[in-house]
C-alpha cells in the first residue's frame, strides 16, 4: 500500500493549488486523487474565466481577503508561466433609479477592499468605454481580467508532478477508514494511507466528508448556469465585461457579458436548479441526487423563500426571449438572431439546515482533516491565496 504524507480529493482549481503550495513550502509527498479522467473537468473548466476584483465581498470575508491577494498572486503566476490573460476591466451598470443603493454599496466595498482605480461613470462615460450599453450610472473596475482556468489548473498539476506529487485519475473516493496513526483511503481502483486527508471535491464535498464521519452542516444544492455566446458577426457590441448590479438577496452576479480569452463573448449565465451534481442539461436526473436534495429539510425553507426566482430562472432556461429580455437590460440593440446556446457550467452552492445560501467560503476541520465545504466564486481568482490558507493549516496537523 503506497503511503503519502497528505491526500487531496479533487483535482479542480482549489485542490491543486493546494497541492502546489504545500510542496513549495515543504518537501513532503503528496497524492491527488481524482473521478474524472483529467483534472478541471468541472467547475473549474466551465466557468466564464473571469478574474475577480474583489468588489462585490464583504470587507473581512474570507472571499475578500483571499480573492484580493489570489488575483495579484494569479496575475504574477500568469506573468511567470507565460499563461495567456486579460487585465481588460469591466463595468457594473445600473438601469434603473432602483439599483442606486447597490451601486453606491458596492463602490463602498471595493474601495473598502482596496481596489485601485475605481471610477464612477455618468451615462455618457458608460458609453465611453462601451458604445452599445445603456445605463444611468456604473462603476469601472480596472482590476478585473479575464484567463481560462482549465489552462490555469495543467500549469498547477504540471508544477504539482514536476516536485513529485502524483495525481491519480480515474479515481473515485469511496470510504476511510481511520487509523490510530494514519488515514486508510480507498478508491475503486486502489488503497493508499496518508497522514493528513484535504477534501477539496467540490460539487461532491460534502458526501465526502459525511463518508469521512464528519458532518457537513450544509447540503451541496448544484445550480446549472447556462450561457449563451454571441455570433462572430456581433461580437463587436462587447468591448470587454459588462455587469448588471447583482440582487444582494443572491450569492449569484446576474445576467452578464464576458469576453473569453479565447476571442469569444458569453451572454450569461442564469442561476438553474439542476437535477444532477454534474447536470449540464435540463435531461440530466439522478435520482440519489434529486432524493438527497428534496429530503434535505434547508432546501425546502430555501424554495419557500426563493421559488419566484427559481421560477423565473427556470422559464429564462426554456425561453431563448426571455434570456434575450434581460441581456437587452445593459444592451438593448441585443436580439435573438444575435447569439446562440454556448455551453453551462454547474456551481456547487452550499445550503444550511434553516434554507440559507452560504455565501463565504466554509472550511470544516478535524485532527487529521480538512474538509473545503464551500468554495464559490470566486475561488478560482482566489486558488493560490485559498491554496496557501488550506497548506499552512495541513502543514501545522503534521507537526502535531
Known amino acids: 500500500m503506497e503511503h503519502f504524507d497528505i491526500i487531496i480529493i479533487g483535482a479542480g482549481i482549489v485542490g491543486t493549488a493546494t497541492a502546489m503550495s504545500i510542496l513549495n513550502k515543504k518537501n513532503l ?36 481577503k483571499n480573492c484580493i491577494d ?15 490573460y486579460d487585465q481588460c476591466g469591466k463595468l457594473v451598470v445600473a438601469t434603473n433609479r432602483k439599483e442606486i443603493a447597490a451601486l453606491n454599496e458596492l463602490e463602498r466595498r ?37 484567463v481560462n482556468y482549465k489552462q490555469v489548473t495543467d500549469k498547477y498539476v504540471e ?8 495525481l491519480f485519475t480515474n479515481n473515485e473516493f469511496q ?5 490510530k496513526n494514519e488515514l486508510i483511503v480507498s478508491t475503486n481502483h486502489k488503497e493508499i494511507t496518508t497522514k493528513i486527508l484535504i477534501n477539496c471535491g467540490g460539487l461532491y464535498s460534502d458526501r465526502v466528508a ?10 451541496i444544492i448544484p445550480f446549472r448556469g447556462e450561457y449563451y455566446e454571441l455570433k462572430k458577426d456581433k461580437r463587436a457590441l462587447v468591448k470587454n465585461l459588462i455587469y448588471p448590479v447583482p440582487d444582494p438577496q443572491f450569492p449569484f ?21 439542476a437535477l444532477k451534481r454534474v447536470g449540464y442539461s435540463l435531461k440530466d436526473i439522478s435520482i440519489r441526487d434529486v432524493s438527497e436534495m428534496f429530503t434535505y429539510n434547508g432546501f425546502w425553507k430555501m424554495a419557500a423563500k426563493h421559488y419566484k426566482m427559481e421560477l423565473y430562472e427556470l422559464y429564462r432556461s426554456f425561453s431563448k426571449k426571455a434570456f434575450v429580455k434581460a441581456l437587452n437590460k445593459l444592451i438593448p440593440s441585443i436580439t435573438e438572431d444575435d447569439i446562440f446556446r454556448s455551453g453551462a457550467g454547474v456551481r456547487a452552492q452550499a445550503l444550511d439546515k434553516n434554507g440559507n445560501l452560504i455565501d463565504d467560503f466554509f472550511i470544516k476541520e478535524t485532527k487529521r482533516m480538512i474538509h473545503v465545504l464551500n468554495a464559490p466564486s470566486p475561488a478560482a481568482t482566489a486558488s493560490l491565496s485559498i491554496g496557501d490558507y488550506i497548506s499552512d493549516k495541513a502543514i501545522a496537523k503534521l507537526k502535531v
Open 29 to 64: 509527498s503528496i497524492a491527488i486523487i481524482e473521478t474524472e479522467k483529467e483534472p478541471a473537468l468541472h467547475q473549474t473548466g466551465n466557468n466564464s474565466g473571469v478574474i475577480h476584483s474583489g468588489l462585490y465581498y464583504k470587507p473581512g470575508s474570507l472571499k475578500a
Open 70 to 84: 489570489g488575483r495579484n498572486k494569479l496575475y504574477q503566476f500568469c506573468k511567470e508561466n507565460d499563461l495567456n
Open 110 to 146: 471595493g474601495k473598502a477592499n482596496g481596489l485601485a482605480g475605481v471610477k464612477r461613470l455618468t451615462k455618457n462615460e458608460i458609453e465611453e468605454y462601451e458604445p452599445n450599453v445603456k445605463g444611468i450610472d456604473g462603476l469601472y473596475v480596472p482590476e478585473t481580467g479575464i
Open 159 to 166: 508544477n504539482i508532478i514536476s516536485r513529485g506529487g502524483v
Open 175 to 179: 470510504s476511510l477508514v481511520n487509523k
Open 210 to 219: 459525511s463518508i469521512c464521519g464528519v458532518d457537513p452542516e450544509i447540503k
Open 253 to 273: 452576479l446576474g445576467v452578464h457579458f464576458t469576453r473569453m480569452i479565447n476571442g469569444g463573448v458569453e451572454a450569461g449565465p442564469n442561476a438553474v436548479l
